[in-house]
């Protein structure tokens, strides 16, 4: 519920050290976790609908100021979304909140990069309007650490693997290679947290004895069928615990969309 970012970073960062020392521990038996409908988050950015954003070109500064602005966004909203994982599935093991305080830690980190990339630009974090997209599923799959897992993580967060290849081509482009550089940490190390989320997502289908990729395809055709678009980033996604099964059904939802 911290709402300045960066003091939400710096105790995402304390969680994560203090849960490798051993300084913290969950508590199953605490009172059960509540709804946030709102997490901690500044006045601005101002929230609107993904068609009233503006859409620039890279081949000016203020273009590539608000892309780097929607990816401030997203790292923000995944510090809140790893710690929301460890606040409201506290019943899972002990591994489950170590991945995610350590993710936490992680999307900290990157925002942080981000933020400063976007501070040399000019800008700061909320100077452009932004979605709330990210925070609206975590709402939806907060009752079911299965449906958590397979709609952020392997959904949301995953199409960060699909485009950011290409964000980098075109700021290659452009002439931007500090931004170039931020962006191929994030890529790399995202590859990693959605790999969390499809291990988990694995564990939980065995514990209730169902097949993964059928449920898989079921809960994206039910929940999130608008989400799918390509291209698809076969190699990370591979990498970060998709089968090829599973990015079959992805592109056949996705071709019976279009």
């Known amino acids: 519920m911290e709402s300045d970012p960066a003091c939400k970073c710096a105790a995402a960062a304390a969680l994560w050290r203090d849960w490798q020392t051993g300084a913290l521990a969950v508590e199953a038996a605490a009172a ?12 601005r950015p101002r929230l609107v609908a993904p068609r009233e954003l503006p859409r620039r070109g890279l081949g000016t500064q203020e273009g590539r100021a608000a892309l780097v602005h929607a990816v401030a966004h997203i790292e923000f909203n995944a510090v809140n979304l790893a710690l929301d994982a460890v606040y409201r599935f506290r019943e899972l093991p002990d591994d489950f909140a170590g991945d ?6 992680e999307e900290a980190r990157h925002f942080g990069m981000v933020r400063e990339r976007l501070q040399d630009l000019g800008c700061d974090y909320g100077d452009y309007p932004a979605h709330n ?25 995953a199409r960060g693997l699909d485009v950011t290849p290409g964000m980098i081509e075109r700021l290659s482009a452009a002439g931007d290679l500090e931004t170039v550089a931020v962006l191929e940490v ?16 694995a564990e939980l289908c065995r514990a209730r004895g169902l097949e993964p990729e059928a449920t898989f395809r079921e809960l994206v055709r039910e929940h999130a069928p608008g989400h799918v678009q390509g291209p698809l980033h076969a190699e990370a996604r591979l990498a970060a615990g998709f089968s090829a099964a599973e990015l079959d059904g992805l592109e056949s939802l996705r071709l019976r969309r279009d």
């Open 186 to 201: 994030i890529l790399r190390e995202e590859v990693g947290h959605v790999a969390a989320g499809s291990r988990w997502y």
């Open 133 to 157: 997209g990210l925070w609206e599923m975590a709402c939806k799959t907060d009752r079911d650490p299965l449906l958590r897992m397979a709609l952020v993580p392997r959904v949301l967060e």
């Open 100 to 105: 995610w305080l350590r993710i936490a830690a």
């Open 32 to 43: 059960p976790p509540v709804a946030v409908p709102v997490p901690g988050r500044p006045t």
